[in-house]
Structures are given as structure tokens and as C-alpha cells.
């Protein structure tokens, strides 16, 4: 179970079945050299992404669909929710530096900013931390151990549309910003209730052919 610390924070305990297959993808990606650049490693929860060359993007998804962290995401957006977004640090201090710059909720292709984000510090004992997006800030990531990988999720109200449109001003910045990552190609999962917004749950879930195919 799980309780409310405040209308914008939730932690929980995440069971060790779920987290040690996310452990154990992540520790050949941890001191790489040389090392990952950061947009690799967006998107490891989608197995027809391009990180599914690096690990085992299952597992990463099993924990995003996981039924106690998709209740702690509920208690703070509503019942019905999406999945969009994942995102591995492999240092929980290269996060905190990507919030202190303002850049948490600022790539979010909807046209008003409303979700969550998991914290997944992948410690042997996980306590996971999930925050209104809104009000996500360096206090929010105090308690974390700046060595230790960091799992972030992140989730919208499935009563939001996700835009594909690349002239979305987030979609846009988050292009000039992020050159390898490109949001309006994800493909979304609904991980509970039901989508009210006419969202896209068809692009994304197949892999583009190689050049090669068509020679």
C-alpha cells in the first residue's frame, strides 16, 4: 500500500521482483565508457525503440506498469492514466541537475502541462517517489543518493491529448534541445482507465525497416 504525504507526493515500496530485472539491465550501462550520451537512454521502456539495443526494455516496462506505482500515479492525476515517457540516469545528480535547469515538464507535448513523475532510485530497497510535475523541484530530489542510477517515469492524465505535432512549442524546444529525442513518435500506453482525449495509441509499436530492407 501506499500513503499520501501531500496532494503533490506520494512514496511507496516497490517489491524487489519487480525492481532487481531493472537493476540488473542497468549495472553493464553503469560506467560505460565511453559513457552513454543521455538521450540513449530516453525511452528504455519501449521495445521498439532504439535503446532496445542497449538492455532489455521489458523489464523497465514491467516496473512502469507495475500495479502499486499506477496507484500512486492515480491518487495524484485521476483513474484514467498514460504512460509516456521513461528516462534512466545513471546518476541520480544528472537529474537534479536537468530540474534545477527548469527543463522537468518543459518538453511535455501537451498543450497544458498536467502528470506525474516516478523517481525509482534502483537501490536493494526501493522507495519510490511520484510528484505532480508541476511542482517537482530541487527539494523534491534532496533525499537522493547523487551516485545512485534513477529511474524516471513519467505519466499523463489520460483525459490530455499527446500531441504529435512537431510545431508544438514544447515539441519543438524539446528538438533544438534534445536532437536524438524525438517525442511525437512514442508510442503511449494506457496503463489504466480509459483514454478521453482521442490520444494516438498506434504509432510507435512497430519498428521502422532498416535501409537495407528495401535495396
Known sequence: MFGVESKVN??????????????AAVAPLVGRTPPIRQE?????????????????????????????????????????VILWDSEL????????????AGREGRYWPLESLAGAVALVPLLPAVVANV????????????QLSPETPLYVI?????????????????NRLGMEEQP???YTTRPLWLVRGKDHAGNDF????????PHWASW
Open 89 to 100: 540516469y545513471l546518476c541520480a545528480d544528472d537529474y537534479d541537475a536537468f530540474v534545477k
Open 10 to 23: 506520494v512514496s511507496i515500496m516497490l517489491p524487489s521482483v519487480v525492481v532487481e530485472p531493472v537493476r
Open 154 to 170: 513519467r505519466y499523463m492524465p489520460a483525459a490530455h491529448r499527446f500531441s504529435r505535432d512537431a510545431k508544438l512549442p514544447a
Open 40 to 80: 540513449r537512454l530516453s525511452g528504455i521502456h519501449n521495445p521498439w525503440g532504439a535503446t532496445a539495443t542497449l538492455t532489455d526494455p521489458w523489464a523497465f516496462l514491467d516496473l512502469c506498469e507495475h500495479t502499486l506505482l499506477v496507484d500512486a500515479v492515480a491518487s495524484l492525476v485521476g483513474p484514467d
Open 202 to 209: 498506434v504509432t510507435g509499436f512497430s519498428a521502422s525497416a
Open 180 to 182: 536524438l529525442v524525438n
Open 131 to 142: 510528484i505532480d510535475v508541476r511542482q517537482i523541484s530541487a527539494n523534491t530530489l534532496a
